[in-house]
């Protein structure tokens, strides 16, 4: 197939489009992506776009096979304001651009935040006929609603009537959560037979060794944000612990965010700093060796908001691991976990749960290697990038029958 790939983000920066594109084309499809010019999450750019591409520069690439042609942005920065133009600039470069790339047989919407970035898909189907899957990856204006409160109702409102435009247009829209699905029903007006549950997929590896050590070790691994609930995990810890000192339990936060400073003031008061150790971040490289020490991992999400129902990345990183998890979930991890049998989810709130569940594990050893192994056998069948790019081959074939 002729696919055009449509996503804001792409190589140098690391977001997993750029895998799913190579991927593609490894499977003998002729990929193009109409992407940004690279300037979010790189270290040495600060928001800026990188100085090898400004000036018109390197507008057209190929990398592994794949095409890469880039459309015209002003870079993120910091702010709100920078992020607003951000987003506006690519949006409309690429609407314009999207119909000077040749021919094609179906295109992948791949939306990021902000959901603007697809509208070139729906230029291009009503333009050029040529059909489109929109995956979401995050909800709009859901997100924005999120973060603007209810001083920011008619903004949302109205972007909620921009997204409905390309959501309505799309042949098929594939979500990484299926909770998304009721979502796009409910505030969209999508039928449900339109769309489809695809989770994204995770960087697979060798399942770490367990490395002896004293007492059973609980890891917490990623962002210390809001929505990460921090504070309920130290508080059911703490529980969790003083219930059942003689088990020797341990909490290990590998990771940083906004909770953090927070959480260290909590075990200072508490005295816990005994038990709950604080690693700071690390690159994803170093990961195994933090999971050749953990017996379990733990997870809370808030979900006051749907971007709370989601399935967490760090979900699919402890399940790759084979290590149990005990999460505090609705929603989409909440159904993963269930239907994995991977370890214990109770309602997010639910301290006494919580703590029952790190005690009932700290005990069985032989427990926490069985819901392990589910765990690991539950992701080799629906979290490798294998598994993702089958699913969206079929998505992308069924929708070009006809052309």
Known sequence: MRILVICQR??????????????????????TVLCGLPNVGLPESEGHVLPEYRGGRNRAQERNRVRIVRA?????????????????????????????????????????????????????????????????????????????????APIVEHFGRVCRKFYSAADRIAVESPSFEGYFEGFHGISGDRLTYIPQFSTDGAVPVLEPHDGVNFFFLGNMGTVQCVP???????????????????????????????????????DLGDTVLFHGRHPVAEMPRFYAQADACVMALDDSTLIGSTIPSKLQGYMAAGKP????????????????????????????????????????????????????????KHFTKEAFLDAVEHELSSITKGR
């Open 72 to 152: 015209f942005e002003v870079g993120r920065r910091t702010g709100v304001l920078w992020r607003t133009v951000n987003y506006y600039s690519f949006w409309k470069a690429a609407d314009r651009k999207v119909l000077t790339l040749g021919d094609f047989d179906v295109c992948l919407a791949y939306q990021l935040s902000p959901a603007m970035m697809c509208d070139p898909a729906r230029v291009l189907k009503e333009n050029r006929g040529v059909p489109y899957l929109l995956y979401c990856c995050d909800l709009w204006p859901e997100s924005m609603k999120a973060m603007l409160g209810e001083k920011g």
């Open 325 to 380: 998890v005990v999460a505090a979930v609705r929603g989409g991890a909440r159904f993963v976990m269930d239907e994995a049998e991977c370890g214990y989810a109770v309602d997010p709130g639910d301290v006494a749960g919580f703590a029952g569940a790190l005690v009932e594990l700290a005990r069985a050893t032989h427990l926490r290697e069985e819901l392990g192994a589910k765990g690991r056998a539950y992701f080799e």
């Open 232 to 270: 309920f995990l130290l508080e059911a810890f703490k529980r969790a612990y003083e219930a059942e000192p003689g088990l020797g339990m341990r909490l290990h936060f590998v990771g940083d965010g906004v909770a953090q400073d927070a959480a260290k003031g909590f075990v200072r008061e508490n």
């Open 10 to 31: 792409y190589w140098p920066e690391q977001f997993q489009i750029t895998d799913i594109c190579e991927g593609l084309a490894a499977r003998g499809h002729d990929v």
